[in-house]
Nanobody, 122 residues
Framework: QLQLVESGGDLVQPGGSLRLSCRMS????????IAWFRQAPGKEREGISC????????LYADSVKGRFTISRDNAKNTAYLQMNSLEPEDTAVYYC???????????????WGRGTRVTVSS
């Protein structure tokens, strides 16, 4: 069955960068739109970016626009989230999701990873 596994989360100082990866197994990534969500402690899950199957279309939440870049490498069955100029407010567990489109809840993405933790702190 389809599985998504995120990696790349870490502790980083404000102003730093991280690249998160989302590897799909069991299915071909090329057939799915991919999204990244995050959930900070005590807050609701927030959609931050999504990318269409052929990378033709992307969406970004206002909170990350200009700082984060979503991409995908279908040959590697992996999607990425490059995060630059990180702020303490970016601290959250980051999840990738597959199989729908959009960032505003409720978005019925049928497939989710378990998340990777990003902490931005000095």
């Amino acid at each position: 069955q389809l599985q998504l596994v995120e990696s790349g989360g870490d502790l980083v100082q404000p102003g730093g960068s991280l690249r998160l990866s989302c590897r799909m197994s069991g299915r071909t990534l090329a057939a799915y739109n991919i999204a990244w969500f995050r959930q900070a402690p005590g807050k609701e899950r927030e959609g931050i970016s999504c990318i269409s199957t052929g990378s033709v279309a992307t969406l970004y939440a206002d909170s990350v626009k200009g700082r984060f870049t979503i991409s995908r490498d279908n040959a590697k069955n992996t999607a990425y989230l490059q995060m630059n100029s990180l702020e303490p407010e970016d601290t959250a567990v980051y999840y990738c999701a597959a199989g729908a489109w959009g960032l505003s809840p409720p978005i019925p993405y049928p497939h989710w990873g378990r998340g990777t933790r990003v902490t931005v702190s000095s």
